[in-house]
């Protein structure tokens, strides 16, 4: 192998922790993985990989060298695929990881417009709203909710997703209608926890200018947005959700908006993608496409 394809076979090892997964993903068979990485170490004469039986993972060494070679293969890739005849647009396989009924709603029914102005990218959409390690995972972009985790991801701000207070007629019905904060002890929420930490989200408004929360009482927790607005739609509480997901609900009068003057904090939306992704073209063309439909769609 040339250096370029040592420090390709190498990179690959490293985003798949592993020789044999490496070596499906290249297409090659385990052995000359392998080999290629004891050429790459003899000839930089350091070890670059600890391996056990079930992992492998990147010395001090290694990890110095991912970080420039992960730039100099996409960049080769970007400047090869110029003589390949695709000059006029990006081409291979983009993997992209979404929250669930962002996915659903907003980034799958739009997908044709996309895959018909770039004919020669192939998308592999995950809709998911667990944790994914990009690097592990071989994604090549998140797109995130809420406050982000420090790391060594880069982040591109997209904006601010709206949240608002909804409820059904029947249990505005039955209940009243809040006025404002000081009427939420007397009401009950469908209340959320969160799939990971099994941690309930505080009902959250704003008022003099700071951000206020109370955990409010209610006999329905669940742990995902699909299920919150089931729950809200039959009758079982208030609820906090971003304005998109309710939409239609709200325009055919199955919700209703309440407490309008008292809506939480909007929560930020980012795209996250490694370092080794600044040269894809494919991700750039992606990022300027999802942008304007975020816009569209989300933040209005």
């Given at each position: 192998m040339?250096?370029?394809d040592?420090?390709?076979?190498?990179?690959?090892?490293?985003?798949?922790?592993?020789?044999?997964?490496?070596a499906?993903?290249?297409?090659?068979?385990?052995?000359?993985?392998?080999?290629?990485?004891?050429q790459?170490?003899?000839?930089?004469?350091?070890?670059?990989?600890?391996?056990?039986?079930?992992?492998?993972?990147?010395?001090?060494?290694?990890?110095?060298?991912?970080?420039?070679c992960?730039?100099?293969?996409?960049?080769v890739?970007?400047?090869e695929?110029?003589?390949?005849?695709?000059?006029?647009?990006?081409?291979?396989?983009?993997?992209?990881?979404v929250?669930?009924?962002?996915?659903?709603?907003?980034?799958?029914?739009?997908?044709?417009?996309?895959?018909?102005?770039?004919?020669?990218?192939?998308?592999?959409?995950?809709?998911?709203?667990?944790?994914?390690?990009?690097i592990?995972d071989?994604?090549?972009c998140?797109?995130?909710?809420g406050?982000?985790?420090?790391?060594?991801?880069?982040?591109r701000s997209?904006?601010?997703?709206?949240?608002?207070?909804?409820?059904?007629?029947a249990?505005?019905?039955?209940?009243?209608?809040?006025?404002?904060?000081?009427?939420?002890?007397?009401?009950?929420?469908?209340?959320?926890?969160?799939?990971?930490s099994?941690r309930?989200?505080d009902?959250?408004?704003?008022e003099?200018?700071?951000?206020?929360?109370?955990?409010?009482?209610?006999?329905?927790?669940?742990?995902?947005?699909?299920?919150?607005?089931?729950?809200?739609?039959?009758?079982?509480?208030?609820l906090?959700?971003?304005?998109?997901?309710?939409?239609?609900?709200?325009?055919?009068?199955?919700?209703?908006?309440?407490?309008p003057?008292?809506?939480?904090?909007?929560?930020?939306?980012?795209?996250?993608?490694?370092?080794?992704?600044?040269?894809s073209?494919?991700?750039?063309?992606?990022v300027d496409?999802?942008?304007?439909l975020?816009?569209?769609?989300?933040?209005?």
């Amino acid at each position: 192998m040339d250096r370029i394809d040592l420090f390709a076979t190498f990179v690959c090892v490293v985003d798949r922790a592993s020789f044999t997964k490496a070596a499906a993903t290249l297409g090659q068979p385990r052995s000359s993985v392998s080999a290629a990485i004891r050429q790459l170490e003899d000839r930089l004469g350091t070890r670059l990989l600890h391996r056990t039986t079930r992992h492998v993972s990147p010395t001090q060494d290694g990890l110095a060298l991912y970080e420039r070679c992960v730039r100099l293969v996409a960049e080769v890739e970007d400047v090869e695929a110029l003589f390949r005849g695709e000059a006029e647009g990006p081409a291979g396989r983009l993997r992209i990881d979404v929250p669930g009924r962002i996915g659903r709603l907003i980034l799958a029914p739009a997908l044709p417009d996309f895959l018909d102005r770039y004919p020669g990218i192939d998308v592999e959409l995950g809709v998911t709203d667990r944790a994914v390690n990009l690097i592990e995972d071989r994604v090549d972009c998140v797109l995130r909710v809420g406050p982000l985790a420090d790391s060594s991801l880069i982040a591109r701000s997209l904006g601010e997703l709206a949240l608002i207070n909804v409820a059904s007629p029947a249990y505005l019905a039955r209940r009243g209608t809040p006025a404002g904060p000081q009427d939420l002890p007397a009401h009950q929420a469908v209340n959320y926890a969160s799939p990971s930490s099994g941690r309930l989200d505080d009902w959250q408004w704003r008022e003099d200018g700071q951000s206020r929360g109370l955990i409010m009482g209610g006999r329905v927790t669940v742990n995902s947005a699909e299920a919150s607005i089931a729950c809200c739609l039959a009758g079982l509480g208030l609820l906090q959700i971003p304005a998109y997901d309710v939409a239609e609900h709200l325009a055919a009068g199955e919700l209703v908006e309440v407490m309008p003057e008292h809506r939480a904090d909007p929560m930020p939306v980012a795209l996250l993608y490694p370092h080794r992704q600044h040269a894809s073209r494919r991700l750039r063309v992606f990022v300027d496409w999802l942008g304007p439909l975020l816009h569209e769609r989300l933040f209005r």
